[in-house]
């Protein structure tokens, strides 16, 4: 019987849950240091028990840390010093580089696994937990060099058993790579759901005119503040440049309609419309 830990049950590590408790020979603890989410976990029956961080770490084979990004950099440390030598630990945060650091000269961090399923949706807390949310999905994980062989093999089997295909890459390339497709996204969500409020103060019109492109588009200024804000922050630097790139985009189109330029605004769609070769490609992968 393998024992796995989660250590936040939460969307992600609710789901992880849902899909690791269905699977033979696998026995999943729960630990969350809200006593809500607790409770909700043991009515949902996402998890097989709930323990206190310290209980579930004793005979955990597994420790799967789903927690935001910088209580994951302040609790990792702690757990690879708590758990048994063979014990794999990993952590599923959205950022990667200075978790990474915090624990690079620890003398557990072989033990340690970076990884970043990417998966999500906008809704969180452990009500927002589903099954086969990583099914077909891609997982990150970084510097493996740095990982034991055999707690990478494991992980790597851990997401290939709900589902994932495991790519990996630096720390610093995940986090540089995440801010334009990911960060950023969550960025203009937010911005766009800003600018219609601003904007348009009747709520009932917003409602009536709103369309399943204005729908998909600000859907991810639902998703949690809590969660969010450590994710930006801590990936300021690069997120920065992103930023910086796609303000002079909405210059540029600005200007272009300032003008009433069509042949420099069909050009800059035109260009956009490109995209959909890249995305073709990454759905054939």
């Known amino acids: 019987m393998t024992r796995v830990t989660i250590i936040g049950l939460g969307l992600i590590g609710g789901s992880l849950a849902l899909d690791l408790k269905s699977q033979l020979n696998i026995s999943v603890t729960g630990v969350d240091n809200n006593p809500s989410n607790l409770q909700l976990a043991s009515e949902l029956n996402l998890v097989d028990k709930v323990q206190s961080l310290d209980d579930s770490l004793v005979n955990a084979d597994i420790v799967i840390i789903a927690?935001?990004?910088?209580?994951?950099?302040?609790?990792?440390?702690?757990?690879?010093?708590?758990?048994?030598?063979?014990?794999?630990?990993?952590?599923?945060?959205?950022?990667?580089?200075?978790?990474?650091?915090?624990?690079?000269?620890?003398?557990?961090?072989?033990?340690?696994?970076?990884?970043?399923?990417?998966?999500?949706?906008?809704?969180?807390?452990?009500?927002?937990?589903?099954?086969?949310?990583?099914?077909?999905?891609?997982?990150?994980?970084?510097?493996?060099?740095?990982?034991?062989?055999?707690?990478?093999?494991?992980?790597?089997?851990?997401?290939?058993?709900?589902?994932?295909q495991t790519y990996y890459l630096s720390s610093e390339s995940h986090d540089k790579h995440l801010a334009y497709v990911s960060h950023l996204s969550h960025i203009t969500s937010f911005t766009l759901s800003l600018t219609v409020l601003d904007i348009e103060k009747d709520d009932e019109q917003i409602l009536n005119l709103a369309s399943t492109g204005f729908d998909s588009t600000v859907r991810l200024a639902k998703s949690n503040p809590k969660t969010w804000t450590p994710i930006l922050v801590k990936n300021n630097e690069h997120?920065?440049?992103?930023?910086?790139?796609?303000?002079?985009?909405?210059?540029?189109?600005?200007?272009?309609?300032?003008?009433?330029?069509?042949?420099?605004?069909?050009?800059?769609?035109?260009?956009?419309n490109t995209i959909k070769h890249l995305l073709n490609k990454s759905e054939k992968l």
């Open 67 to 164: 927690i935001p990004v910088d209580s994951i950099e302040d609790l990792l440390p702690q757990i690879l010093d708590k758990v048994n030598e063979t014990t794999v630990v990993l952590d599923v945060g959205s950022t990667k580089t200075d978790i990474c650091k915090a624990v690079r000269s620890h003398p557990n961090r072989r033990q340690y696994v970076a990884a970043h399923p990417l998966a999500g949706t906008e809704y969180s807390g452990p009500q927002a937990a589903i099954t086969g949310l990583f099914r077909g999905k891609k997982n990150i994980i970084c510097d493996k060099e740095l990982s034991d062989p055999e707690a990478v093999t494991l992980t790597t089997k851990l997401f290939n058993s709900i589902g994932m």
């Open 239 to 272: 997120l920065s440049l992103a930023i910086g790139q796609y303000i002079e985009h909405l210059q540029e189109f600005k200007r272009a309609l300032e003008q009433e330029d069509r042949a420099h605004t069909e050009a800059l769609m035109l260009k956009a």
